[in-house]
C-alpha cells in the first residue's frame, strides 16, 4: 500500500472556536467547518501545505473526541493518511494481522470513506486511513 | 509569518527500533536515522508525502521525550512546522505575545535551527519551528 500524504493531523479540543483563534496567531488558518452528527463532533480544517490540522469539539459527552479528552485532555488525537484505494489497503492490513477499528469503510469528514487501524497494532497510536471523493 | 508544511509530526517511542517495524505494514519507511546527543534522543525519519513521522526515543532518562513518555505513554509529541526565516517567525510571535520555549533558535534534527513554542501560548499543543539548512 501507498501512503500519499498526511492528509490531516487531528487534535481535540474542548472550544475549538479559541483553538483556531490561538493558531490564527502562527498563520494557520480555518479553510471550513463542518458538524458531522453521527461521530458528535463539530471541526475544522486549517491547512498546511499539502496536509491540515482537524480540530474536533465533541458536541456531546459520549464518542471517541469525547472519550480522548477525558483520559488525554486537548492533544494531538489521530494521523489521517491518505491512501488510493481504501478497500484494497484495509485487505493488506488484515492479511499482514493489523488490527482494524473499521473493517470495512464508513463515511467521515467530507463525505469521504475512512476507515481507523486499531491502535493496539501501531505501538498505541490511532491511525486513520481516506480515500478523497474529491467532494473536497 | 508563513508555514510552508508540515515537516514532520514526532511521536515518542520507548523502542524506536519496534515501533519503525510496526510503521513498515502500513508502507511507512525510514529513511535516515541520527542520535542527537544534546537532547538524549536517538530519532529515525520516516518520510510521507512532504511530510515525515519523527519517531523519537530517549537515550536517558532525562530531556524532554523522556520526560513527555513518564507523563503520557507512547503518544504523539509535537509538531514540527517548516518556515523560511526562523528569526523572523520567532520575532512575529513574540510581538503577538505567544511565548516561545526557545527565543533564540537551537540546531535540531539533521543540523536545522529550530525553535519550540511553549504550548501554554498553543492550547497545550507543542509546536516546533524549523528552518531547513539544505543539509537533508
Redesign the interface.
Known amino acids: ?6 492528509e490531516h ?1 487531528a ?1 481535540a ?1 474542548r472550544n475549538l472556536d ?2 483556531r483563534d ?2 490564527g ?4 488558518t480555518c479553510d471550513h467547518e463542518e458538524t458531522l452528527p453521527e461521530y458528535a463532533v463539530r471541526l475544522a480544517m486549517l491547512p ?4 491540515a ?1 482537524e480540530l474536533l469539539e465533541p458536541q456531546s459527552d459520549t464518542g471517541g473526541t469525547a472519550e480522548w479528552l477525558k483520559a ?6 489521530h ?1 489521517c ?1 491518505e491512501v488510493d484505494d481504501i478497500d484494497a489497503a484495509l485487505a493488506e ?1 488484515k492479511a ?1 494481522q ?1 488490527k482494524l477499528l473499521d473493517e470495512v469503510p464508513r463515511s467521515g469528514h467530507g463525505g469521504h470513506r475512512i476507515a481507523f ?1 486499531d491502535p493496539a ?5 490511532l ?1 486513520e486511513l481516506v480515500e478523497m471523493s474529491g467532494k473536497h
Not at 496567531?25 to 494557520?28: A, M, R, Y
Not at 488525554?72 to 488525537?77: P, T, V
Open positions: 500500500m501507498k501512503i500519499k500524504r498526511i493531523v487534535i479540543v479559541a483553538v490561538t493558531l496567531k502562527l498563520g494557520i498546511i501545505g499539502e496536509s490540522i488525554k485532555g486537548e492533544s494531538i488525537y494521523l493518511l492490513l499482514k493489523v487501524i497494532s501501531t505501538a498505541g497510536i491511525f
